[in-house]
């Protein structure tokens, strides 16, 4: 009997096609394993090679020998300050030992770690030595506790960091492709044109130009005084000699008031021998 090819029935089960002495075919219902090129296997090969490191399974990762210790410690809820370095000690070994027989370069700080944890073992196995002044003796765990504490504490805020919004990994930045077309070009200015567009800028300037008033402060008692100082030493003096034109109506009321605020006090006396004729200024007093 020799097999020749293999079929399926209605129901999709694979069958074995035999042919008999005479030549017949004979089908056998059986379930194949798997298809090697097309061709069902209804069992195992006997010379099926795997490698033993074909699939390995790691349960836990860790990142150093402090993170496997932490876990050891945190795992059975053991007080960090009070570590049973017993137990912990034989709980690392024991995964040292499995690291080793798979991967001896990664098993190298873990084995400087163990070499740590049976020394301290070791020192806590010892009589305390006594210190000078009555102290009591360091724990020798304490070092180890520090790093411990300072791992955990940098463990905790990497996963902290961890967890914000990163770019690349929860956002993307956000990109838009836009295809430049050809840069316009517009016609030539002429100079008239520029001109012409510089009048108009002008007449608007024009429109909108506010008008500006200034306040000028200026003393009537100042001026009283100027007009005092001009009419000393002089008999009489012509009354349009005492006003400056040139430094604007300002001036010139200021200094008329002064005039008139002397003439009330009987300062200065105002005189003109006839109508229409020439008005004198005086002083009313002799100065001392």
Known sequence: MT?????????????????????????????????????????????????????????????????????LIRKQNFNILDIP???????????????RSRNLELAA?????????????????????KQEGG???????????????????????????????????DFLKAQVYIEQSLQPRFPDVHVVELQEAWRDILKRAKLVQHHKITREELSVREYMSMVLKTLQGRRFVEFEELFEPEKGSTVLVVTFIA??????????????????????????????
């Open 3 to 71: 097999t020749t090819a293999n079929e399926a029935d209605a129901d999709g089960l694979p069958r074995l096609s035999t042919l008999d002495a005479e030549g017949m075919p004979v089908v056998v219902d059986q379930v194949a394993l798997a298809r090697l090129y097309g061709e069902p296997l209804f069992a195992l090969p006997q010379d099926l090679y795997i490698p033993p490191d074909a699939l390995e399974v790691f349960l836990e990762a860790f990142e150093g020998p402090l993170d496997l210790l932490l876990y």
């Open 85 to 99: 370095m017993v137990g912990v000690t034989k709980q690392y070994l024991a995964y040292v030992d499995e690291i």
């Open 109 to 129: 700080e873990y084995l400087l770690m163990a070499a740590m944890l049976i020394e301290i073992k070791s020192r806590m196995l010892l009589p305390p030595k």
């Open 135 to 169: 102290e009591e003796p360091e724990d020798p765990r304490a070092e180890l506790v520090r790093r411990l504490l300072e791992y955990e504490q940098m463990k905790m805020a990497a996963m902290r960091l961890a967890n914000l919004p990163q770019y690349g990994r």
């Open 259 to 288: 005039l008139l605020e002397l003439a009330k006090e009987t300062l200065i006396e105002i005189t003109q021998a006839e109508a229409f004729a020439p008005i004198y200024v005086r002083l009313a007093y002799t100065p001392v």
